[in-house]
């Protein structure tokens, strides 16, 4: 049940992400497991921000 929550929690996260940034994909979501760098270097490539402010947003939602 735990991995049910957390997935539901990450998809309202996105959808709160891609509303506030409209040029955001799913693609550019896409969160694996072990691939944290690799999202956040997606997220800084596309917004133009340091992975602390990609964190800290993220954090707020």
């Known amino acids: 049940m735990e991995k049910l929550q957390v997935k539901g929690a990450w998809n309202e996260m996105k ?4 509303q506030k940034y409209g040029q955001l ?3 550019d ?3 694996a497991e072990g691939k ?3 999202f956040y270097g997606r997220l800084q ?3 133009g921000k340091s992975k602390e ?4 947003e993220i954090e707020k939602l």
């Open 15 to 18: 959808g709160k992400l891609k």
């Open 25 to 27: 994909t799913d693609d």
């Open 29 to 31: 979501l896409a969160f």
């Open 36 to 38: 944290e760098d690799e």
């Open 45 to 47: 490539q596309k917004l």
């Open 53 to 56: 402010e990609l964190r800290n």
